[in-house]
């Protein structure tokens, strides 16, 4: 008898797959899922919509990735497909080596993307969140999150890309009011990881705490992705069936408008960008005007 295993993180559909296919599949859960690695240096910088393309032009720049070396590709994700093509233009228009990737590209030019970003000739690639998962190319040393997802899992999968294999790897994320509801998780994933964590961004936590605001897919089972479809074997679950399948809530959590009002100052390195890497500040306010963000589709199928 031939045995199946599948072995987490698994996707909902390979789940449902399993259920309609196979009997008595075995499900291994490898590790915590939704941890990360300790060899991935992350950085959090306030920068407001408006100023995210100087920030990303003084973040390319910059001596610290200089000294990632000749050789260390950088991913910059972004949220939409128009945001791609856009963010494309504006950094061949600065003179930087850049391609880009997302779910409106045919198979041909996304390979032909991936494979002038995998030999270094366009060492560059700003991408969708087709590129959270399932790529795997060594030099990837810097990611950089122009956009935050929606929800903490997929920042995991995202900056997972780099520090794969035991490699040391950076990821920047620039972080605005449309990303309040990611506050909270990111501040637990930074501490459980041993990142520096900035002031502000604890603060701004704390402030969260304060006022009440629901955690994002909190469920009887408690922590932070207690309500993944795929952090699981579903069959154990309410509502899985014998053969591991069941329903999925939807993804996503609440989303809230307001501002917090107030400034959570630190140190920054000049007068474009907000923050340094050698220095434990951060800078940045926030707060005043009221902002929402819309629900991110899935990975598969990115705006």
């Excluded at 499900?27 to 910088?45: D, H, Y």
């Excluded at 504006?90 to 002038?116: C, M, N």
């Excluded at 930074?190 to 605001?213: C, F, N, V, Y």
Aim: glycine content about 14%.
């Amino acid at each position: 008898m031939i045995r199946f295993l599948l072995i987490e993180p698994t996707s909902p559909l390979l789940q449902l797959l399993a259920k309609e296919f196979l009997y008595r599949y075995i499900f291994l859960a490898i590790g915590r899922v939704g941890s990360t690695s300790e060899n991935i240096t992350q950085r959090i910088a306030w920068v407001d919509e408006q100023d995210k393309r100087s920030c990303l032009l003084d973040l390319l720049s910059s001596p610290s990735q200089e000294e990632l070396g000749d050789e260390a590709l950088t991913l910059v994700f972004v949220e939409t497909k128009k945001g791609a093509d856009q963010l494309e233009d504006f950094l061949h228009h600065h003179g930087y080596p850049v391609t880009s990737i997302h779910g409106d590209r045919t198979q041909k030019e996304r390979e032909e993307a991936l494979r002038r970003f995998r030999s270094g000739e366009t060492p560059i690639l700003v991408a969708t969140a087709v590129a959270a998962r399932g790529l795997d190319i060594p030099h990837v040393k810097h990611v950089i999150n122009f956009d935050l997802p929606s929800d903490v899992e997929e920042y995991v999968h995202r900056i997972g890309r780099t520090g794969r294999m035991g490699n040391l790897g950076l990821a920047t994320s620039f972080l605005n009011d449309k990303n309040r509801n990611l506050v909270r998780d990111l501040v637990e994933l930074i501490s459980e990881s041993k990142q520096e964590l900035p002031g502000w961004l604890e603060t701004m936590a704390s402030d969260a705490r304060s006022l009440g605001h629901a955690r994002r897919g909190k469920s009887s089972g408690g922590g932070r992705f207690s309500s993944a479809f795929g952090a699981r074997d579903y069959r154990t679950q309410a509502g899985g069936g014998s053969g591991g399948g069941g329903s999925s809530g939807p993804r996503g959590g609440r989303r809230d408008g307001g501002g917090y009002g107030n400034s959570y100052g630190g140190s920054g390195s000049g007068p474009n960008f907000p923050f340094s890497y050698n220095q434990p500040g951060y800078g940045g306010s926030y707060g005043g005007s009221s902002s929402q963000n819309s629900n991110a589709p899935d990975w598969w199928n990115d705006k």
